[in-house]
Each structure stands twice: as C-alpha cells, then as structure tokens.
C-alpha cells in the first residue's frame, strides 16, 4: 500500500475518532455536570465551553472528512467516501438542527437565564447526542473500510 494511502487512511480514521471522542465526552461527562448548577451558571459556562468547543469540533469533522476522500481517491475503495460522508454530515446538521438553538442561548444574558434556558439547553445535549452519534457511525465505517 503506498504511503500516501496509508496516511489518509489512518488520519481520516484518527480524527473521526478524536471527534467522536470529543462529543461523546460533551453528552456523557461535560452535559451531565453543567445540568448539576444553577441556570445562570449553566448558561455561562455552556457559552464558555461552546466558544471554545466549536472550533475543535467542526475541524476535526472538515479534516477527517478530506483525509476519507483522499483515502477514497488513493485506494479507489469507494467504502472510504461513507465515512466522509457520515462525519461531514456533522456540518449541516449542526448548521440546521443546532445552530438556531445555538443563537438562542447565545442571545440570553447569563443573569437572565432561567428554567427555560435550562430547557433550552437540555434540548440542545440531545441534539448533540446526534453529533456523537454521526461521529460513532463514521469511525465505524472507517474501520470497516480500513480492513
């Protein structure tokens, strides 16, 4: 197998798991616990962990994404383009299913939050839940494709 295959292979494979890694993290430990506070602190600490979240995120779901279609395009193995396609599908669905709730927390002063912001944002982990549950299905596929 040349290098170049290889390489794309594995770090396709290796930031779908980061990612997958990352979000799971958010729904089972991070979630979990900022639900344990006060709403006013909840909010402020889910726009801090978002700030810094999102960009993490949305590159490991754009790199791993690539590194699957060059692995596609180097091995001619089409199995590589379903695992792009599973972790990319992060990008519009948080863009159409996440992002208006985003904007809606993101609206709401932390000393104004309440327990319909608390709401809001349990909506929002069970919409995260399907960013982790993308992630799973796209580093399976990977797996898959790799053997």
């Not at 779908?16 to 979630?31: C, D, K, L, R």
């Not at 909010?43 to 949305?58: N, P, T, V």
């Not at 695992?83 to 159409?96: D, E, Q, R, S, V």
Request: glycine fraction near 8%.
């Amino acid at each position: 197998m040349p290098l170049e295959s290889f390489m794309a292979k594995e770090l396709a494979l290796a930031t779908a798991a980061a990612f997958t890694g990352a979000a799971i993290y958010v729904n089972v430990a991070e979630q979990t616990a900022r639900l344990g506070i006060d709403d006013k602190a909840l909010l402020a600490e889910w726009k801090l962990s978002y700030a810094r979240g999102f960009a993490m995120q949305a590159s490991l779901a754009l790199g791993s994404a690539l590194f699957g279609l060059a692995a596609c395009w180097l091995s001619g193995d089409w199995r590589w383009v379903v695992g792009a396609l599973l972790i990319f599908a992060n990008w519009p669905f948080t863009l159409l299913a996440i992002l208006p709730v985003n904007k809606r927390l993101q609206a709401v002063s932390p000393d104004a939050a309440d327990g319909a912001t608390r709401r809001l944002i349990e909506t929002w982990g069970l919409l995260h839940g399907g960013r982790s549950a993308l992630g799973l299905l796209a580093t399976v596929a990977f797996i898959w494709s790799i053997h």
